[in-house]
């Protein structure tokens, strides 16, 4: 049998259900695409008399819509959209005339910077935390925890930008305010884009940690004497984390498309700042551009959770089909 | 014994007992009984009675001609004050009152946009879980195309294509959270569709807007009510975040998201304007939050013991 087909056999269920996923993010990722486009294609203005101005000649802008192809009908627009984004061509921007991919692609590091940081701080703080609120039910370690982790989740984040702002740069100096100009630039927007991924994941850690302190199987290890810290690290962890990985790699998709806010807070020269500039200069193709990248990069995340999911845990894998 | 049952035939002790049982409001008491001893939903639900009370009068506490949107520039950027309890903003207004103000418009966006995806995704949840195959397959699929995109970027999206105005902004808020309302509602109503109180609805030739309507709608109400709680945070929050960004309420209208983005500029001399505001958003959606987990746990029966 042929490899690629051996894969998509009964006996390699992991690979069949990757390949199929990866067949049904196509519909999505189109369906996305023609969502974002009818919706900017009620954009009221012409693209053509932007580009040349409020006083260029009619002729002109009548000339150049013909040449973008803006009196297509909706479908040909659309079909031309798709076939050229397949080639990984955006179109250009309206405003400064350059490729929107390559915007994009310069700019997607930064981004994912940031979303990696944010995780990475979301985890150190979430993880441990919840643990011990956990292990400790009810005590003030848990009580207060709990309540700056209720604090994190209804806190906006743009807002917890700012008063970050207003404590580490304007009082008291020690960061910069925004921009990207080296190491110390990237702190402020990575702890307030983490804030809120910290809150959840203390919460998800300590309820799944309390679901499965209580399961009979922890019961048998303490009472056949092993340790409290082993019952809890070797035992309980295992068991306990496997939703909060989910919810880490949620979290990680969620920072990737929504981290707009905070990258129009610091001026992070991010896909998500690019995105909210390009709204207010009326340059569609930048916006459709990045809301689709964006998605798609949401969407794969997600993907990737999901087979993840059934790596670490094999009670999972039996349902692969 | 061809004798058909009615009413008329039933035993006086059959239908006494239908007479005394227990009616189906003792089911929303006993949530209500399980809430009231969970303090924090109960403090939750105390700080959001204030708010909507500030709403409500926000007309009796400030002027909205005179003191909301009237500018004063000779009093602005002034620190909290006896006069202004939480001082001014760029143009010299009390920012206490555009707070109260503020209430106003992050109430309404919050329930109506959560109400209107409530009623199209609750809908559109209930048919596809209800008749099952191709139609449930292809609901489902689309709303899966919704939730490829992240909310926010959905609703800015829809915002700056249609125009930053009220309408489009509570629109877009609702349709950027209508697949959550559809899967929640399709979840529970297949868990509910082949229970027998369904069949015997359906024996007694109940139509299918009947069933859906009268039985299940009723019965799936519960998660319903817990994601509206939270979905309310939710929508006040993207509504301060597209304001923020400038796509969401208009100046001067007063509202939470804008009056930040205002003091922004200002944040090095006047660090009122940025705070308060946004200790607004923090309270209102905490309030809600710990009465939206409240609802969870009282209307859980899982968690109940």
């Known amino acids: 049998m042929e490899y690629h087909l051996l894969l998509l056999s009964d006996r390699y269920p992991m690979y069949r259900f990757i390949l199929k996923r990866l067949f049904l993010l196509l519909p999505v990722l189109l369906g996305v695409s023609l969502l974002v486009f009818a919706i900017m294609s009620f954009t009221p203005g012409d693209p053509a008399q932007l580009i040349l101005g409020e006083s260029a000649p009619a002729e002109a802008v009548a000339e150049l819509r013909e040449e973008m192809g803006l009196n297509d009908p909706f479908i040909v627009r659309y079909a031309s959209f798709v076939g050229n984004a397949i080639t990984g061509d955006l179109g250009r921007s309206y405003s400064t005339g350059r490729e929107v991919f390559g915007e994009i692609a310069s700019r997607f590091p930064n981004t994912l910077t940031l979303a990696t940081l944010g995780v990475l701080i979301a985890i150190v703080i979430g993880v441990p935390v919840g643990i011990i609120s956990a292990t400790r039910q009810y005590s003030l370690i848990d009580s207060s925890s709990m309540v700056v982790a209720l604090l994190g989740v209804s806190m906006p984040n743009f807002w917890l930008g700012l008063m970050l702002i207003l404590v580490f740069s304007v009082n008291l100096g020690w960061l910069p305010s925004g921009g990207f100009s080296d190491w110390s630039s990237v702190i402020l927007p990575a702890l307030t884009l983490g804030t809120g991924s910290a809150a959840i994941i203390t919460r998800m850690t300590r309820s799944s940690m309390l679901e499965v302190i209580r399961q009979d199987y922890i019961r048998t290890a303490r009472a056949k004497g092993v340790a409290e810290n082993v019952v809890i690290n070797r035992h309980a962890l295992k068991n306990a984390l496997i939703p909060v990985i989910t919810v880490i790699g949620l979290q990680f998709g969620y920072l990737l498309g929504g981290a707009v806010l905070t990258e129009t807070v610091y001026s992070w020269p991010g896909v998500g700042r690019m995105m909210v500039d390009a709204i207010r200069q009326k340059d569609t193709p930048t916006v459709l551009g990045t809301v689709v990248f964006l998605a798609a990069a949401f969407s794969l995340v997600n993907l990737a959770v999901d087979i993840l999911y059934g790596f670490i845990d094999p009670r999972i894998k039996s349902q692969y089909k | ?305």
């Open chain 2, 1 to 305: 014994m061809s004798q058909q049952i009615t009413a008329d035939t039933l035993p006086e002790a059959v239908l006494e007992a239908t007479r005394s049982a227990p009616k189906k409001r003792s089911q929303w008491l006993e949530v209500w009984q399980h809430l009231k001893r969970n303090k924090m939903a109960m403090f939750g639900l105390v700080i959001l009675s204030l708010v909507v009370f500030a709403a409500v009068f926000a007309d009796l506490i400030a002027d909205y001609e005179t003191v909301v949107i009237a500018q004063n520039l000779s009093d602005r950027l002034q620190g909290p004050s006896a006069q202004y309890w939480m001082g001014t903003d760029e143009f010299g207004r009390d920012i206490f009152a555009r707070m109260i103000h503020g209430t106003r418009v992050s109430l309404m966006v919050g329930v109506l946009s959560v109400a209107i995806a409530i009623m199209i995704g609750g809908t559109l949840g209930a048919v596809a879980g209800y008749y099952g195959g191709r139609l449930d397959n292809i609901i489902m699929r689309v709303m899966d195309i919704f939730l490829a995109v992240p909310s926010i970027l959905l609703a800015i999206a829809i915002v700056s294509a249609l125009g930053a105005n009220l309408i489009n902004l509570m629109l877009a808020i609702a349709v950027s959270s209508i697949p959550s309302y559809a899967r929640v509602v399709r979840a529970s109503v297949l868990s509910l569709r082949d229970q027998e109180f369904i069949e015997a609805a359906r024996a007694i030739g109940a139509s299918d807007t009947r069933i859906i309507f009268r039985h299940i709608v009723p019965n799936a109400l519960a998660p319903v009510i817990v994601q509206g709680a939270l979905g309310v945070a939710t929508a006040i929050l993207s509504t301060a975040g597209l304001s923020f960004i400038g796509l969401g309420i208009q100046p001067p209208e007063p509202e939470w998201g804008a009056m930040l983005a205002g003091g922004r500029q200002y944040l090095r001399h006047a660090w009122h304007v940025t705070t308060f505001p946004g200790l607004a958003i923090m309270i209102t959606i905490l309030a809600l939050n710990l009465l939206g987990d409240g609802l969870r746990d009282a209307l859980d029966p899982r968690l109940k013991h």
